[in-house]
């Protein structure tokens, strides 16, 4: 049975998994008008079945397969797993273990930085996958064959997709990568910590950041996961910077804005109080922190290049793109004296950060 619809369903698959067999992941979910992605199906393939668990199904229960991802010994494959990962965190309030993604694994056997699951399969697979019902709404029952088909295929060819690049990383840096799949089980990486919800704002060109837009940003997200609505759907980002120009600090200059106007009496007076709590901690002090501020000085400049030069010759020796081993933005941050970064630790250090340090004076 392809699609399973029943606890016992479930129990009985999940009791043919053996020790030392992999798992292939998927889900599929709705979330076009709610902050937390509604969960619609799993997919899942072992080495020789695939299914499909119709979580909408008032006779089933998910319990059996936290017992799964749990195991250390079975590795759950992914790929680009967070927002998978995002979803079976909030089922469980906790992550799987032995996590695969191939997404990181294709990044260290020469298929870019990102490379996405439809191309992995065109490129390893030599098959072309049929995206009419990528977008589909899961929620609606029944199924089709077309979605059952779509939905089977995200597991199946990852099933192949992983055999090959399990193997191909036994000589392209195995370690480096488990090394980077391993960081998948860090929640920083997974929720969103409503403090930094402020750089989930798309366009901040030619916005000063300070610690008004911050707060008004905290205030947003934690008002969209109480309402469970999508953050723009409960203040889209354009009004949230016109009220941060604007930072009204009275009711009625709230009114005069625009969209604002038309806010009941509490809810205008929890923005005007965000603001001017905000406004007493700045204290008049620029916190802009979304750019660092970097050095201007030429020795800054001139370390840059180097380091930029220096991240070319060891991409090039290493054979892994630059992007997987650092970022301008990272660079630029070790030329100002931030020290805790990723090119700092684990394999990156040794591959290129080590040799940056010694190259600007910091080591």
Same mark, same amino acid.
């Given at each position: 049975?392809?699609?399973? *619809?029943?606890?016992? !369903?479930?129990?009985?698959?999940?009791?043919?998994? !053996?020790? %030392?067999?992999?798992?292939?992941?998927?889900?599929?979910?709705?979330?076009?008008?709610?902050?937390?992605? !509604?969960?619609?199906?799993? #997919?899942?393939?072992?080495?020789?079945?695939?299914?499909?668990?119709?979580? /909408?199904?008032?006779?089933?229960?998910?319990?059996?397969?936290? *017992?799964?991802?749990?195991?250390?010994?079975?590795?759950?494959?992914?790929?680009?797993?967070?927002?998978?990962?995002?979803?079976?965190?909030?089922?469980?309030?906790?992550?799987?273990?032995?996590?695969?993604?191939?997404?990181?694994?294709?990044?260290?056997?020469?298929?870019?930085?990102?490379?996405?699951?439809?191309?992995?399969?065109?490129?390893?697979?030599?098959?072309?996958?049929?995206?009419?019902?990528?977008?589909?709404?899961?929620?609606?029952?029944?199924?089709?064959?077309? #979605?059952?088909?779509?939905?089977?295929?995200?597991?199946?060819?990852?099933? +192949?997709?992983?055999?090959?690049?399990?193997?191909? &990383?036994?000589?392209?840096?195995?370690?480096?990568?488990?090394?980077?799949?391993?960081?998948?089980?860090?929640?920083?990486?997974?929720?969103?910590?409503? @403090?930094?919800?402020?750089?989930?704002?798309?366009? &901040?060109?030619?916005?000063?950041? *300070?610690?008004? &837009?911050?707060?008004?940003?905290?205030?947003?997200?934690?008002?969209?996961? !109480?309402?469970?609505?999508?953050?723009?759907?409960?203040?889209?980002?354009?009004?949230?910077?016109?009220?941060?120009?604007?930072?009204?600090?009275?009711?009625?200059?709230?009114?005069?804005? +625009?969209?604002?106007? @038309?806010?009941?009496?509490?809810?205008?007076?929890?923005?005007?109080?965000?603001? @001017?709590?905000?406004?007493? /901690?700045?204290?008049?002090?620029?916190?802009?922190?979304?750019?660092?501020?970097?050095? *201007?000085?030429?020795?800054?400049?001139?370390?840059?290049?180097?380091?930029?030069?220096? &991240?070319?010759?060891?991409?090039?020796?290493?054979?892994?793109?630059?992007?997987?081993?650092?970022?301008?933005?990272?660079?630029?941050?070790?030329?100002?004296?931030?020290?805790?970064?990723?090119?700092?630790? %684990?394999?990156?250090?040794?591959?290129?950060?080590?040799?940056?340090?010694?190259?600007?004076?910091?080591?």
């Amino acid at each position: 049975m392809t699609i399973l *619809n029943k606890t016992k !369903e479930l129990e009985e698959f999940c009791s043919s998994i !053996e020790q %030392g067999d992999f798992l292939t992941v998927d889900t599929e979910f709705f979330r076009e008008t709610t902050y937390y992605p !509604e969960l619609c199906l799993v #997919q899942l393939a072992s080495k020789d079945r695939a299914v499909i668990i119709d979580v /909408l199904s008032k006779d089933m229960k998910l319990d059996i397969l936290d *017992n799964i991802l749990q195991d250390k010994n079975i590795p759950k494959v992914f790929h680009s797993a967070k927002q998978d990962l995002e979803i079976i965190y909030q089922l469980y309030n906790r992550l799987p273990k032995n996590i695969f993604d191939t997404q990181i694994a294709a990044s260290f056997c020469g298929f870019g930085d990102c490379a996405s699951y439809e191309s992995l399969v065109w490129e390893i697979l030599a098959t072309k996958i049929d995206k009419s019902y990528c977008v589909s709404d899961w929620s609606l029952r029944p199924l089709m064959e077309e #979605q059952i088909a779509y939905a089977l295929g995200d597991v199946t060819y990852l099933r +192949n997709i992983y055999l090959y690049l399990r193997e191909e &990383l036994k000589n392209n840096n195995y370690a480096w990568a488990m090394e980077d799949m391993h960081g998948l089980t860090n929640l920083s990486n997974i929720i969103i910590d409503p @403090e930094i919800a402020w750089k989930k704002i798309k366009d &901040l060109r030619g916005v000063k950041v *300070n610690l008004v &837009l911050k707060k008004l940003a905290l205030w947003r997200e934690l008002k969209a996961q !109480e309402s469970n609505l999508p953050r723009n759907h409960y203040l889209h980002e354009k009004h949230l910077i016109k009220l941060f120009e604007v930072m009204p600090i009275t009711i009625k200059d709230l009114k005069r804005i +625009n969209y604002f106007n @038309e806010f009941d009496e509490e809810l205008s007076n929890e923005i005007i109080k965000v603001i @001017e709590d905000a406004l007493t /901690l700045q204290l008049e002090e620029d916190l802009q922190e979304n750019i660092p501020a970097y050095s *201007n000085s030429y020795k800054t400049s001139k370390d840059i290049a180097s380091l930029k030069k220096l &991240l070319a010759e060891k991409s090039e020796e290493y054979n892994i793109s630059t992007r997987l081993i650092s970022t301008s933005a990272e660079i630029k941050a070790l030329c100002s004296g931030d020290m805790d970064l990723k090119i700092l630790k %684990g394999w990156r250090k040794q591959v290129f950060g080590q040799d940056a340090l010694q190259k600007i004076g910091k080591a």
